[in-house]
């Protein structure tokens, strides 16, 4: 186990569902760019670090059967396989490092990522997501990415993240992805603070 999977492991081990900072009850603007983008109930929806969040709850609330998720913590894993208990034919389990995984020939009409690309500090990490990324998700198809914004927090479970603007994250994920929309948002978070976040929206071409 690399120091990533060990920090993160530790993290879902050790603190409830609810009392990490960058826990809401409901994605509520997530939800919100899904649904304009991704209408149709039957596309895939892959949800990138998908922790404890209850975004594949809102999902299948909604009537999509198609979704999948991955984390690099075994433990986040389980505790939504056992919230989902019921609806495991509903989603497709990945275990890994983002940076450092292949889906074989899977292809997702939507990738959703809130609070995991603003972790990946260094250059050689970014590339391998956007590499993936690119093999991941079906050409025409859709990429919400969520990330600190240029007045978030400079640090986040200890680990230094990076922030970025709309404008920053647009020429990061460059020529292979169009801007369609972004956001800024307060997240408040469960220890009464707040953190600015930024939603972007993209379609792969």
Not at 56 to 83: E, M, Y
Not at 153 to 166: D, F, Q
Request: hydrophobic residues 35%; proline residues 2%; contains cysteine.
């Amino acid at each position: 186990m690399n120091s990533n999977n060990a920090h993160w492991e530790k993290v879902y081990q050790t603190k409830n569902f609810d009392s990490v900072s960058w826990y809401t009850s409901h994605l509520k603007s997530s939800l919100s760019i899904i649904s304009k983008l991704n209408t149709d109930i039957n596309k895939s929806i892959i949800d990138i670090g998908g922790g404890e969040s209850t975004l594949l709850d809102d999902l299948i609330l909604k009537g999509h059967t198609n979704l999948s998720v991955i984390d690099i913590s075994p433990s986040a894993i389980k505790f939504l396989q056992k919230r989902l208990e019921s609806h495991l034919d509903k989603i497709g389990w990945y275990i890994g490092d983002i940076t450092d995984y292949k889906f074989s020939d899977n292809q997702f009409d939507l990738w959703h990522d809130r609070a995991v690309f603003h972790f990946l500090t260094d250059i050689e990490s970014r590339v391998k997501y956007k590499n993936l990324l690119y093999k991941a998700v079906k050409k025409g198809g859709h990429l919400v990415i969520a990330t600190f914004g240029p007045d978030g927090p400079l640090k986040c479970s200890g680990l230094t993240v990076e922030r970025y603007s709309a404008a920053k994250l647009d020429k990061e994920l460059g020529t292979n992805f169009k801007l369609l929309g972004s956001k800024l948002e307060e997240h408040h978070t469960p220890f009464n603070t707040s953190q600015q976040f930024l939603y972007c929206w993209f379609q792969v071409l």
